[in-house]
């Protein structure tokens, strides 16, 4: 517990002082919604407002986690916590928690830019829409924490990740999408079960995949 | 692995290790008591690094085992406690200052009373006027001291050194000469990978040669000096071609 609450930690640390993930994900995503917003203009329908959503979640989500991967093999670093006796399941689940947070603060920065930019009904349902878009974000970061991990070990890194990444998570994506625009065309939340019950057998088996794999997948 | 004496520290038995169609490591055994030292002398592209970061436990061999305090090292995980490596690179985050990322492998070594522990080491490697600075902000040499502190914070028992002296000023050599000296008079098991003979002269109290991926006989170096070794380095180069 230890080893991973310093694995987190660390994350941390390093971003509070460069800052260089969330600015560069909220950039890219102040962008994209500013390109979608002017594309489908004011009050979109619904769906709409929901694919622009996980759209623009997944182009910056992608880009902070290739970056953040890409961090832990400079100067050597991720194979110095290797060096360690700390399990490969634990610096999974501990990577995992560090690249949600950073998912979930440009989520945040996401919700409100599009409230402002795009959709105010976005911000209006924000209680009913924020499991099922922290479950998806969830899966999500797991998924990249897995894949990243795969994708550090060969020469394409940063490019390989997105090409991986999308794909495979991309049922969750899909999912969490149906639940978010149940939650902006107003449905109570009892009628997003089926998407959260989904999202949470996802999170699981994905969690429970990774603390198994990530062993074979880091030791070369 | 054991021997009469009790269980080695570190020994590599029948060690394979290769990239692709390439083999770097063929059949590599050695073993080492407390208190031991080894140097490996090999030229550019040897092996030498690709042994160290197998014993690390960073590469897994294709073939045969290698054995921390009598564990087979890629089935014991706490086995890596009792390991040091400094290799090529740092393997220190850019982002946090020396101080914390000590503090994150006194954290992932189980250390406890870290804070103690981390002023010893930047002690002892000169590291105190650095402790608060961003590592991706340090020169090569101090870098090289980070590496090092990294290495030795959790006191491990057997210490894996590819090229240390890479980038350390003559006084920065020295205190790191004489820390080692000490690690091994306190029983402290070194392995040194180098091309510098006069390096192994110093610090080890064995040499082999590695070439073609395999080991030659030990050289003990008690009362050799360092052309004494070099002339045996080069000796090797001579009969076989490759040092």
Same mark, same amino acid.
């Given at each position: 517990?230890?080893?991973?609450?310093?694995?987190?930690?660390?994350?941390?640390?390093?971003?509070?002082?460069?800052?260089?993930?969330?600015?560069a994900m909220s950039m890219i995503a102040f962008l994209a919604l500013a390109v979608q917003g002017l594309a489908v203009g004011s009050a979109p329908a619904p769906a709409v407002a929901a694919a622009i959503l996980w759209i623009t979640v997944v182009f910056a989500a992608t880009l902070g986690l290739a970056r953040a991967q890409a961090l832990e093999h400079e100067r050597g670093a991720f194979s110095g916590v290797l060096l360690t006796p700390v399990g490969?399941?634990?610096?999974?689940?501990?990577?995992?928690?560090?690249?949600?947070?950073?998912?979930?603060?440009?989520?945040?920065v996401i919700v409100v830019v599009e409230t402002v930019l795009v959709s105010a009904a976005v911000g209006g349902h924000l209680a009913v829409l924020a499991l099922p878009l922290a479950l998806g974000g969830l899966g999500f970061s797991a998924t990249g924490t897995l894949l990243g991990a795969m994708a550090g070990t060969t020469r394409?890194?940063?490019?390989?990740l997105p090409i991986l990444l999308v794909p495979v998570v991309l049922?969750?994506?899909?999912?969490?999408?149906?639940?978010?625009?149940?939650?902006?065309?107003?449905?109570?939340?009892?009628?997003?079960?089926?998407?959260?019950?989904?999202?949470?057998?996802?999170?699981?088996?994905?969690?429970?995949?990774?603390?198994?794999?990530?062993?074979?997948?880091?030791?070369? | 692995m054991t021997d009469g004496a009790g269980t080695f520290a570190v020994a590599a038995a029948d060690v394979w290790r290769g990239f692709g169609r390439e083999r770097d490591l063929r059949g590599v055994s050695f073993e080492l008591r407390p208190g031991e030292s080894l140097a490996i002398l090999g030229r550019n592209g040897s092996g030498k690094s690709t042994l160290l970061r197998v014993l690390a436990g960073l590469l897994r061999? =294709?073939?045969?085992?290698? $054995?921390? /305090? *009598?564990?087979?090292?890629?089935?014991?995980?706490?086995?890596?406690?009792?390991?040091?490596?400094? =290799?090529?690179?740092?393997? $220190?985050? /850019? *982002?946090?200052?020396i101080r914390e990322n000590l503090r994150l492998y006194a954290a992932l070594y189980g250390l406890p009373a870290p804070a103690a522990r981390i002023d010893e080491v930047c002690a002892l490697l000169d590291l105190g006027a650095y402790g608060g600075t961003v590592t991706a902000r340090l020169s090569r040499g101090l870098t090289q001291r980070a590496a090092v502190a990294r290495a030795i914070v959790h006191r491990p028992g057997v210490l894996l050194l590819d090229e240390p002296f890479a980038g350390l000023d003559p006084e920065a050599a020295s205190r790191l000469g004489a820390h080692l000296d000490a690690f091994r008079a306190g029983g402290g098991t070194m392995v040194l990978a180098t091309h510098h003979p006069a390096e192994a002269a110093r610090l080890a109290g064995a040499a082999r040669r590695l070439a073609d991926g395999r080991l030659t006989p030990a050289l003990l170096l008690a009362g050799l000096?360092?052309?004494?070794?070099?002339?045996?380095y080069r000796e090797g180069a001579a009969a076989g071609g490759r040092p």
């Amino acid at each position: 517990m230890r080893a991973a609450a310093a694995l987190v930690w660390k994350d941390v640390i390093a971003e509070l002082r460069t800052r260089e993930l969330v600015t560069a994900m909220s950039m890219i995503a102040f962008l994209a919604l500013a390109v979608q917003g002017l594309a489908v203009g004011s009050a979109p329908a619904p769906a709409v407002a929901a694919a622009i959503l996980w759209i623009t979640v997944v182009f910056a989500a992608t880009l902070g986690l290739a970056r953040a991967q890409a961090l832990e093999h400079e100067r050597g670093a991720f194979s110095g916590v290797l060096l360690t006796p700390v399990g490969r399941g634990t610096v999974f689940l501990a990577k995992t928690a560090a690249n949600l947070l950073l998912t979930i603060t440009v989520m945040a920065v996401i919700v409100v830019v599009e409230t402002v930019l795009v959709s105010a009904a976005v911000g209006g349902h924000l209680a009913v829409l924020a499991l099922p878009l922290a479950l998806g974000g969830l899966g999500f970061s797991a998924t990249g924490t897995l894949l990243g991990a795969m994708a550090g070990t060969t020469r394409l890194r940063e490019l390989l990740l997105p090409i991986l990444l999308v794909p495979v998570v991309l049922p969750a994506i899909i999912v969490s999408l149906t639940g978010v625009t149940a939650a902006l065309g107003g449905a109570p939340f009892g009628a997003m079960w089926g998407p959260i019950r989904f999202l949470a057998a996802f999170d699981v088996i994905v969690l429970v995949l990774g603390v198994w794999l990530f062993e074979y997948v880091v030791d070369e | 692995m054991t021997d009469g004496a009790g269980t080695f520290a570190v020994a590599a038995a029948d060690v394979w290790r290769g990239f692709g169609r390439e083999r770097d490591l063929r059949g590599v055994s050695f073993e080492l008591r407390p208190g031991e030292s080894l140097a490996i002398l090999g030229r550019n592209g040897s092996g030498k690094s690709t042994l160290l970061r197998v014993l690390a436990g960073l590469l897994r061999p =294709g073939r045969g085992r290698v $054995l921390v /305090g *009598g564990d087979d090292l890629f089935g014991t995980p706490h086995a890596r406690a009792r390991l040091g490596y400094v =290799g090529h690179e740092p393997m $220190l985050y /850019g *982002g946090l200052t020396i101080r914390e990322n000590l503090r994150l492998y006194a954290a992932l070594y189980g250390l406890p009373a870290p804070a103690a522990r981390i002023d010893e080491v930047c002690a002892l490697l000169d590291l105190g006027a650095y402790g608060g600075t961003v590592t991706a902000r340090l020169s090569r040499g101090l870098t090289q001291r980070a590496a090092v502190a990294r290495a030795i914070v959790h006191r491990p028992g057997v210490l894996l050194l590819d090229e240390p002296f890479a980038g350390l000023d003559p006084e920065a050599a020295s205190r790191l000469g004489a820390h080692l000296d000490a690690f091994r008079a306190g029983g402290g098991t070194m392995v040194l990978a180098t091309h510098h003979p006069a390096e192994a002269a110093r610090l080890a109290g064995a040499a082999r040669r590695l070439a073609d991926g395999r080991l030659t006989p030990a050289l003990l170096l008690a009362g050799l000096d360092a052309a004494a070794v070099e002339a045996w380095y080069r000796e090797g180069a001579a009969a076989g071609g490759r040092p």
